[in-house]
T-cell receptor
């Protein structure tokens, strides 16, 4: 199993540009989520999904869109990039959203918005 | 999720045990205690979780106080590979993990 994969690893955008961060998992996990991590801080939840076709907002959803058309993929779209969105983005998945299931994290995407 | 309090940083020597404390005085009866760690430039990885009883796995042990207001993650023999930020998280019954700043563990050779 590849686990949770994220592309790209690094990205530089100009203010106002849009882009999609890709996340895929091959473990048939129901639950997937996106976090962002700013320097010296913990992770903050952006959006999550409890299954294909079902998404919901986390703690910091503004400026981001998600969709979940398949179990495997959970892309994160930045609609109009802003410097405040400079961060490291992590995708995670787990077997179920309920209970203390281990979450598996991807390696992250480092995004810089100029 | 319960609010957790951890020391900002701790130091240990290689091959010695490490006890990482966490206070979670507002934890509810159904909240689990999770520990994750994040190695430099990597995503977090799961370490262990527990509810009431002490727990062991191949990575670590989790000692939970009888009143559940605190817990301690125990690494039995620290290695240089264990240098990381360790996050204690109270909650998870609603699957939304809330990460604080964690404890930065430095392991000295």
């Amino acid at each position: 199993n590849a686990g949770v994969t994220q592309t790209p690893k690094f990205q530089v955008l100009k203010t106002g540009q849009s882009m999609t961060l890709q996340c895929a998992q091959d473990m048939n996990h129901e639950y997937m989520s996106w976090y962002r991590q700013d320097p010296g801080m913990g992770l903050r939840l952006i959006h999550y999904s409890v299954g294909a076709g079902i998404t919901d907002q986390g703690e910091v959803p503004n400026g981001y869109n998600v969709s979940r058309s398949t179990t495997e993929d959970f892309p994160l779209r930045l609609l109009s990039a802003a410097p405040s969105q400079t961060s490291v983005y992590f995708c995670a998945s787990s077997f179920s959203g309920q209970g203390p299931n281990e979450q598996f994290f991807g390696p992250g995407t480092r995004l810089t918005v100029l | 999720d319960a609010k957790t309090t951890q020391p900002n940083s701790m130091e240990s020597n290689e091959e010695e045990p490490v006890h990482l404390p966490c206070n979670h005085s507002t934890i509810s009866g159904t909240d689990y205690i999770h520990w994750y760690r994040q190695l430099p430039s990597q995503g977090p990885e799961y370490v262990i979780h527990g509810l009431t009883s002490n727990v062991n796995n191949r990575m670590a042990s989790l000692a939970i106080a009888e009143d559940r207001k605190s817990s301690t993650l125990i690494l039995h023999r620290a290695t240089l590979r264990d240098a990381a930020v360790y996050y204690c998280i109270g909650g998870g019954s609603n699957y939304k993990l809330t990460f604080g700043k964690g404890t930065l563990l430095t392991v000295n050779p």
